[in-house]
């Protein structure tokens, strides 16, 4: 897909952001988010040029959205982020005094904490396809994505734990797999196996890889780990 360009042959806007935040490795969740903020800032000051605009906009547009459109204090937060984002680092701008209450403060909140009673009720209402999906991120303490997208080789049943390639933040960690999920586990990845090897006969099977792995190992895509 080639990148979207404006009259002189140039790369738009939101696509030189985009090109800049993935130079820098940020998470496509944080990538997806700050462009969706910096074109809505665009769009509030009627489509004007962000580099024509300064802090009195920035600062009518986060008020826009705490007073007029009552977003949560999280959403004000990472929308300030974004604009902070694309003027200190994109621009390379300094930007003037900010009203510190553009930042909102996150009140204070009773975490929800289900009983085991309610978390067997609730695993048991999941439908069968998501349901390993489910217990994982329970017995794990999994993010939905890290489930998602766990691979073989990050499943170690010998010492009972699982590796998080990057996770939240760029970061690896480790975390235990519950001794229940074994036996289902096994199954299912015997299961996926055997399907892994009729797409490869097939001449499919492959998977996507991060960082230009695919040329510098050109059979891990389709490697069974």
Same mark, same amino acid.
């Given at each position: 897909?080639? @990148?979207? &360009?404006?009259?002189?042959?140039?790369?738009?806007?939101?696509?030189?952001?985009? &090109?800049?935040?993935?130079?820098?490795? *940020?998470?496509?969740?944080?990538?997806?988010? *700050?462009?969706?903020? =910096?074109?809505?800032?665009?769009?509030?000051?009627?489509?004007?040029?962000?580099?024509?605009?300064?802090?009195?906009? #920035?600062?009518?547009? %986060?008020?826009?959205?705490?007073?007029?459109?009552?977003? $949560?204090?999280?959403?004000?937060?990472?929308?300030?982020?974004?604009?902070?984002?694309?003027?200190?680092?994109?621009?390379?701008?300094?930007?003037?005094?900010?009203? !510190?209450? %553009?930042?909102?403060?996150? !009140?204070?909140?009773? @975490?929800?904490?289900?009983?085991?009673?309610?978390?067997?009720?609730?695993?048991?209402?999941?439908?069968?396809? *998501?349901?390993? #999906?489910? /217990?994982?991120?329970?017995?794990?303490?999994?993010?939905?994505?890290?489930?998602? +997208?766990?691979?073989?080789?990050?499943? /170690?049943?010998?010492?009972?734990? #699982? #590796?998080?390639?990057?996770?939240?933040?760029?970061?690896?960690?480790?975390?235990?797999?519950?001794?229940?999920?074994?036996?289902?586990?096994?199954?299912?990845?015997?299961?996926?196996?055997?399907?892994?090897?009729?797409?490869?006969?097939?001449?499919?099977?492959?998977?996507?890889?991060?960082?230009?792995?695919? +040329?510098? *190992?050109?059979?891990? $895509?389709?490697?069974? =780990?």
């Amino acid at each position: 897909m080639q @990148p979207q &360009t404006n009259a002189s042959g140039k790369p738009k806007l939101l696509e030189q952001v985009r &090109t800049f935040m993935r130079a820098r490795r *940020y998470s496509l969740r944080t990538e997806q988010a *700050y462009l969706d903020w =910096i074109r809505r800032f665009i769009l509030f000051h009627g489509k004007r040029h962000p580099r024509d605009l300064g802090e009195t906009e #920035i600062t009518d547009f %986060l008020t826009n959205l705490a007073a007029q459109q009552h977003v $949560a204090a999280s959403t004000q937060n990472q929308a300030l982020s974004a604009l902070l984002f694309l003027y200190q680092q994109f621009f390379e701008r300094k930007l003037g005094r900010l009203d !510190p209450a %553009l930042r909102a403060t996150r !009140p204070p909140r009773v @975490p929800v904490v289900l009983t085991r009673v309610e978390v067997r009720t609730l695993l048991a209402h999941v439908a069968p396809s *998501y349901r390993l #999906i489910a /217990d994982l991120v329970y017995g794990s303490g999994l993010r939905l994505l890290e489930a998602l +997208r766990l691979r073989v080789k990050d499943i /170690d049943f010998g010492y009972g734990r #699982i #590796i998080v390639r990057d996770g939240k933040g760029m970061k690896d960690r480790v975390t235990m797999l519950p001794g229940r999920l074994r036996r289902p586990l096994r199954e299912h990845l015997e299961h996926v196996r055997l399907m892994h090897e009729r797409d490869r006969a097939l001449a499919f099977g492959s998977v996507y890889l991060p960082d230009a792995l695919n +040329r510098k *190992y050109p059979n891990a $895509a389709r490697s069974w =780990i």
